[in-house]
């Protein structure tokens, strides 16, 4: 059974969300016949390479609140992230455009590498002191999962290079009707939205592997 996540690394409920279904996958029986496959999804589009900016003052911007409530929005997501045993920094985080970030999330998937790219981006992005819009350091990171470093950097040097793989996930996420994300697929058969708690999930897979079970016994 194949699961589908779209999913932003700009996205905190993304980052929620994947531990939250990895909880909830760990306690599916069958488990071990899951793929699981992360596909791409920009919360902003609109963002061009190089502006970024610090995300409490987004969001107060984008809320039309203060600073201080953007923080106190921040720490609540923070405490969501922290009860799942993931660290969270809630000042000094920068924004930017995820689009460059994501093409190589396509690479390290040719590669056999998306998964542990992704939770390395993440933690980078939410627990740590380190901004993953800086060329050199989402370079490392990528490194730090088993790619090679020239070829890292040829991609991001070629913008072409897993431009179209990009597009195509966010454009089947539109005609599948996802307008936000975390977005989860089930086998194409079940949707899931949102970082929903472990045991949703559980039960999501649970439900999924039935349905697919009774197709194949009416075949």
Known sequence: ??????????????????????????????????????????????LTKGETGTVIDMLAAKTGRTRAEAREMEEHV????????????????????????????????????????????????FAEERSVFDVDTLVGLAVEAGL??????????????????????????AELGASGVPFFVLDRRYGVSGGQPAEVFTQALEQAWDSRTQAGAGA
């Open 148 to 173: 090679e470093d020239a070829e890292v950097r040829g991609v991001l040097a070629d913008p072409d290079a897993y431009a179209a793989e990009v597009r195509a996930d966010q454009r089947e996420a």
């Open 78 to 125: 923070a405490s969501n992230a922290r009860s799942e045993g993931l660290g969270y920094r809630v000042d000094g985080r920068d924004y930017g455009s995820t689009f460059d970030i994501h093409r190589v999330l396509h690479l390290a998937k040719v590669r056999g590498r998306q998964d542990t790219l992704l939770d390395l981006v993440y933690r980078a992005n």
């Open 1 to 46: 059974m194949r699961v589908e996540i779209w999913s932003d690394i700009a996205c905190p409920w993304c980052y929620i969300g994947k531990a939250r279904f990895e909880k909830g996958l760990a306690g599916f029986a069958h488990r071990d016949e899951v793929e699981v496959v992360h596909r791409s999804f920009e919360l902003d589009p609109r």
